[in-house]
């Protein structure tokens, strides 16, 4: 019972410095309105900035990686072997790095089976794709160029790239003698879909191919050298047979790609790779993005909260009277400064609400404008937080001016006219 009266009690109390808030705010709606329109233009930029950086964040993961697999596995790497030398004996030896010849991953299908099991037990690892990449010539009656052999599974290959979707010409078939090539590598050799093409790997491996479509994957040096066709056409011509020279994976976060491609070494002992490696600066950049749209976040809170804090600071002076009045009859000093901590808290809350609405706007007229390289997608979560950012500044910039109310001296508070 005691506890429902303190309740009762706490929830009239409330009730009371809800109504004061709103009353001191409608006492200069000019200045409200002013306030919470600056509050809503810091929402919107925070909105649409960072939409407009995850955007383009994503558009560049989507158009790199798109290409390209998240963690590549490959045989170990071949290293020298040198002789103990003698306890006594100090052995300065000048050694040159091993050559990395093409070679298989050793045991390749039991380490592909062990790596398919994270699918079903933890939604970490989409795809597993055994490749054989190797050197060869393509040629074309006297025009002849190099290309890189890419021998894979198509089926499980279209989990890293969906080459269906990228052909420009001609049908998807890597069977039998079918192949896949790139569109400048076509234009190179004077190539359509339907023409033959002959591979050439080297120590008398040859064979005629017929060019079943053509692909364009966006970036000039794939689109000019890589040739798809079957595992097992490939592994003839670059003599590995049964072989693969590389294992691809596709994850569900990119951004883990590190941290499993480690787990991954120490599992299987081979050479592990992840693109974060490979595209270190590509990493960079997206780290530099990823800062610049938490400093402008940061500094926009700034604005909203100076911005609150000097309006709610000459509300303080305007209401020296009234706070005074309420206090000698009988409002604690904490009722005090939860009625300016209030004003503060919705201050935030309406400029948000209306920043959330100009940021969306925004966002729709970036993507119905003119031609775009990416689509902004605001996502409920990023409204939300916006939402709360400006709250929190409110109620962060409304406790100074609240403290000085709160310890205003009633005697010395009525005095003010």
């Known amino acids: 019972m005691l506890f429902v009266n303190r309740a009762r009690r706490l929830a009239d109390s409330l009730w009371i410095e ?220 670059l003599n590995l047979p049964g072989g693969v020279s590389v294992l691809e994976l596709k994850i569900t976060d990119v951004f883990s790609a590190d941290y499993w491609a480690q787990r991954i070494a120490q599992l299987t002992g081979l050479h592990v790779q992840s693109w974060m490696d490979s595209n270190a600066q590509l990493l960079n950049a997206l780290r530099s993005q990823s800062m610049t749209t938490q400093m402008i976040r940061v500094f926009v809170a700034l604005s909203v909260i100076f911005g609150i804090a000097s309006v709610l600071a000459v509300s303080v002076v305007q209401r020296t009277r009234e706070i005074g009045i309420l206090r000698a009859m009988g409002s604690s000093q904490q009722q005090i400064l939860r009625v300016f901590l209030l004003q503060g808290g919705l201050l935030g809350l309406a400029g948000s609400l209306l920043g959330v609405l100009v940021g969306f706007s925004l966002a729709q007229l970036f993507n119905s404008v003119g031609e775009r390289l990416f689509v902004i997608q605001l996502e409920p979560s990023m409204m939300l937080s916006a939402i709360l950012i400006s709250m929190t500044a409110g109620v962060i910039a409304a406790a100074v001016p609240a403290r000085r109310a709160a310890h205003y001296d009633p005697a010395v508070a009525i005095r003010y006219v």
């Open 18 to 237: 809800w109504r004061i808030a709103l009353r001191f705010l409608a006492d200069n709606p000019l200045q409200t309105l002013l306030i919470s329109v600056a509050i809503s233009v810091g929402t919107a930029v925070i909105v649409f900035i960072t939409a407009l950086m995850m955007g383009l964040q994503s558009n560049v993961i989507d158009r790199t990686l798109g290409t390209q697999a998240h963690i590549r596995i490959e045989a170990t790497q071949l290293q020298n072997q040198l002789s103990d030398p003698s306890p006594d004996k100090y052995v300065w030896a000048l050694e040159s790095p091993r050559a990395q010849g093409l070679q298989t991953i050793n045991n390749w299908q039991e380490v592909r089976r062990v790596l398919d099991s994270y699918g079903p037990l933890t939604p970490i690892v989409n795809t597993v794709s055994p490749l054989i990449s190797g050197p060869a010539f393509a040629q074309k009656g006297t025009a002849r160029a190099s290309v890189a052999l890419m021998g894979v599974d198509a089926k499980r290959y279209s989990g890293i790239i969906d080459l269906a979707t990228y052909l420009q010409a001609g049908r998807f078939s890597i069977d039998a003698s079918d192949v896949l090539i790139g569109s400048e590598l076509a234009k190179d050799l004077g190539l359509r879909s339907g023409d033959k093409l002959r591979l050439d790997a080297g120590g008398n491996r040859q064979t005629v191919v017929t060019i079943a479509g053509i692909f364009e994957l966006g970036v000039r040096e794939l689109d000019s050298r890589y040739v798809y066709t079957n595992l097992k056409q490939a592994q003839t011509l």
